[in-house]
């Protein structure tokens, strides 16, 4: 299994520009989110998903869209990136919703100009 | 809402020495996970130690063993005999436990973490 991997390690992006962050596992992990992580502060949730074709919000949903196709993907889009924007980002799966551990990508450093 | 806070941002310790790590959290839940993440220079989280509010007997693994304390809202991580390999970024983190599907009871709320750094 290679657990949860993220795409791309680094990213640069000037203001008002879109990508995606990928954000895949091989677990066969139902729920899987995504966090993010600014200096002086624990991580923080943006989007989540319980299963294909289920999301919702977490705590800074703004600026971010996601999709479920299918069970292994979990893609995070910005919209129209904004120097707010820059972050690490970390992506992190769990067996069920209610499963005890979340395993962890290895994250994607995210520098908006 | 649940509130987890970490008073350290820095700590230090000489190699072979024990050290703790302080979190307080705030919820009106009684059933929950606490959780001790490590994020060493690779900015991989790995999960420490794992803690199910409903069990009294504070977990151990190896060197890394919690104090939990219910009532006060208290849940200490103890490294003994450190070693340089221990140096990194530690957080403390909350989650619901429920057996139901309740919107965003799945989310992990995170301290701000503390830096750890071992001596040589």
């Known amino acids: 299994n290679a657990g949860v991997t993220q795409t791309p390690k680094f990213q640069v992006l000037k203001t008002g520009q879109s990508m995606t962050l990928q954000c895949a596992q091989d677990?066969?992990?139902?729920?899987m989110s995504w966090y993010r992580q600014d200096p002086g502060m624990g991580l923080r949730l943006i989007h989540y998903?319980?299963?294909?074709?289920?999301?919702d919000q977490g705590e800074v949903p703004n600026g971010y869209n996601v999709s479920r196709s299918t069970t292994e993907d979990f893609p995070l889009r910005l919209l129209s990136a904004a120097p707010s924007q820059t972050s690490v980002y970390f992506c992190?799966?769990?067996?069920?919703?209610?499963?005890?551990?979340?395993?962890f990508g290895p994250g994607t450093r995210l520098t908006v100009t | 809402a649940q509130t987890v806070t970490q008073s350290q941002p820095e700590m230090s310790v000489q190699e072979a020495e024990t050290v703790t790590l302080s979190c307080t959290y705030d919820t009106s839940e009684s059933d929950y996970y606490l959780f001790w993440y490590k994020q060493p220079p690779s900015r991989q989280m790995i999960l420490v130690i794992r803690q199910e509010a409903y069990k009294q007997q504070n977990a151990t693994e190896n060197r890394f063993s919690v104090n939990f304390q219910k009532a006060a809202k208290s849940f200490s991580l103890k490294i003994s005999d450190s070693q340089l390999g221990d140096a990194a970024m530690y957080f403390c983190?909350?989650?619901?436990?429920?057996?139901?599907?309740?919107?965003?009871?799945?989310?992990?709320?995170f301290g701000q973490g503390t830096r750890l750094t071992i001596n040589p």
């Open positions: 677990m066969n992990h139902e729920y």
């Open positions: 992190a799966s769990s067996y069920t919703p209610q499963g005890r551990e979340q395993y």
């Open positions: 998903s319980v299963g294909a074709g289920i999301t």
């Open positions: 983190a909350y989650r619901r436990r429920t057996p139901t599907m309740i919107q965003g009871a799945q989310k992990l709320v």
